[in-house]
């Protein structure tokens, strides 16, 4: 099989969806999942369903057009802030988006008018992470000024957190989310049907919290594929760690000094690189480099350790695990790696 590729394990991620769908619907929270990692890849998309997951979010409208072109049946919600020029695209495409700009819903609310269409949106509300939302103080003229315009209805709040400034859900903001829903449905007599709390870094809130007030979703994409919360990487019980790894061929294998010999310089990346003299070592090249993947990312299933990188080479010490041309080896990817690799043209997937 032509390498480098990455290995994605359906009945793992099944098990891992499942696993989740249980966990938050007990306490009667549904899940989005989010399908941005794999761009909207239909079979990983449509294990996601096959695991309950019937509310699908990606935040390029690419993806989304992506999944329907394939007639995927599911519910589908754009989780970024559309782009004035997107607003055709989303309203045709998808069931819900979410927003913090009148410029663009104002955009949307046109499309929706010509589609002979209403368009749901979720105004996502900042709660201090500093991405994404309406700042508290403007919600009020941004519901009033919303509910005026024809073709889009508000169907629910949301926000965004652990994400650019990795603050906490907790308690405190995820219970100020729920009282401003209510605080809204009072003032305008409407009901907010969906309440989105967060992403993967919402785990250790729904286990310290027995009550989740108003939050009736979290849009899931890491904790499903990787299989660990994001506040501390924690794994998750019950969940695989391995369900995606990326497999790479080993090119070259020689016994070479582990300190580089001449003057030294810059690499090709404008970087000074240290290395420590531990005499002569088995260094193995794989033929995987930084156009591939995130190499800070790689987590290495066997016992060598990664020395380096360049565009198109790894690097390895393989000395306490002797590696030949051919030999092909396995790398777990943390969320970077697993974005890089699903991005780059040259890494295949294969699916067992
Ligand atoms: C990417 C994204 C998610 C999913 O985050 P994970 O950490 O992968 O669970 C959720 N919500 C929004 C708005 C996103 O952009």
Not at 54 to 63: A, F, K, P, T, V
Request: net charge neutral; glycine share 10%; hydrophobic share 40%.
């Amino acid at each position: 099989m032509k390498t480098p590729y990455l290995e994605i394990d359906l009945s793992k991620l099944r098990s891992n969806a499942k696993n989740l769908v249980t966990q938050f619907g007990t306490r009667g929270i549904g899940i989005t999942g989010v399908t941005k990692s794999f761009l909207g890849e239909p079979r990983i998309a449509n294990c996601l369903v096959s695991a309950g997951i019937i509310s699908l979010g990606d935040s390029r409208i690419e993806n989304i057009i992506r999944m329907k072109e394939a007639n995927m049946q599911a519910h589908f919600t754009l989780i970024r802030t559309p782009s004035i020029n997107d607003a055709h695209e989303v309203v045709s495409y998808t069931d819900v988006s979410f927003n913090t700009e009148l410029s663009i819903i104002a955009a949307l609310s046109k499309s929706a008018i010509e589609q002979k269409k209403v368009h749901d949106i979720v105004l996502m509300v900042e709660m201090g992470d500093l991405r994404e939302g309406i700042p508290i103080q403007e919600l009020g003229t941004t519901f009033e000024k919303v509910l005026k315009m024809k073709g889009v209805r508000i169907v629910g709040l949301g926000t965004n957190l652990a994400c650019l400034s990795g603050v906490r859900p907790t308690r405190y903001n995820m219970d100020k989310l729920s009282r401003l829903a209510g605080i809204y449905e009072r003032s305008y007599g409407i009901t907010l049907h969906l309440i989105s709390g967060g992403n993967s870094a919402n785990f250790d809130w729904l286990q310290e919290n027995d009550n989740v007030g108003r939050i009736n979703n979290i849009r899931l994409g890491e904790v499903i594929l990787l299989g660990r919360e994001t506040l501390s990487r924690r794994h998750i019980e019950g969940l695989h760690l391995d369900a995606i790894t990326l497999v790479a061929e080993v090119i070259e294998s020689k016994i070479k000094p582990s300190l580089p010999e001449g003057q030294t310089g810059q690499d090709a990346f404008g970087n000074t690189p240290i290395f420590e003299n531990k005499g002569k070592m088995l260094r193995s090249i794989i033929a995987l480099g930084k156009q591939d993947v995130h190499v800070g990312g790689l987590m290495p299933i066997l016992d060598v350790d990664i020395l380096g990188s360049s565009s198109d080479h790894i690097i390895l010490d393989t000395t306490r695990t002797p590696l030949h041309v051919g030999d092909k080896i396995r790398f777990g990817v943390n969320y970077a790696a697993l974005l890089s690799s699903m991005t780059s043209p040259f890494v295949r997937s294969v699916y067992i």
